[in-house]
């Protein structure tokens, strides 16, 4: 079973920047998407951002043009790189991975089948 461990959550101030990682180990997947979701204190969780096997990438609204979703050559990590952070994104962070390429169905939770623990993002105005 993959299992996914996510790092680089903390603490920072409006407008500033974070890097999050997705580690997976067990990995061995030729057809995936990888998604990172957020859930707000008081929210449903919520998509952020997918990237899949062929490397396309997919974002929500709220973060397009400040977030990018990456990864490295060996698809064992993935990356959320989050700039111009608001108070609004203060939530924890989790990433999931699930056994199809991504589409118009990118931020489907359901279709998720593994997930990490999540990291917390704080942003003080």
């Known amino acids: 079973q993959v299992q996914l461990a996510e790092s680089g959550g903390g603490s920072v101030q409006a407008g500033g920047s974070l890097k999050l990682s997705c580690a997976a180990s067990r990995f061995t997947w030729s057809s995936y998407c990888m998604g990172w979701f957020r859930q707000a204190p008081g929210k449903e969780r919520e998509g952020v951002a997918s990237?899949?096997?062929?490397?396309?990438?997919y974002y929500a609204d709220s973060v397009k043009g400040r977030f990018t979703i990456s990864k490295d050559n060996a698809e064992t990590t993935w990356y959320l790189q989050m700039n111009s952070l608001t108070p609004e994104d203060t939530a924890m962070y989790y990433c999931?991975?699930?056994?199809?390429?991504?589409?118009?169905?990118?931020?489907?939770?359901?279709?998720?089948?593994?997930w990490g623990q999540g990291t917390q993002v704080t942003v003080s105005s």
């Open positions: 999931a991975a699930g056994l199809w390429r991504c589409g118009d169905d990118w931020y489907s939770q359901t279709r998720f089948a593994s």
């Open positions: 990237t899949d096997s062929r490397g396309s990438t």
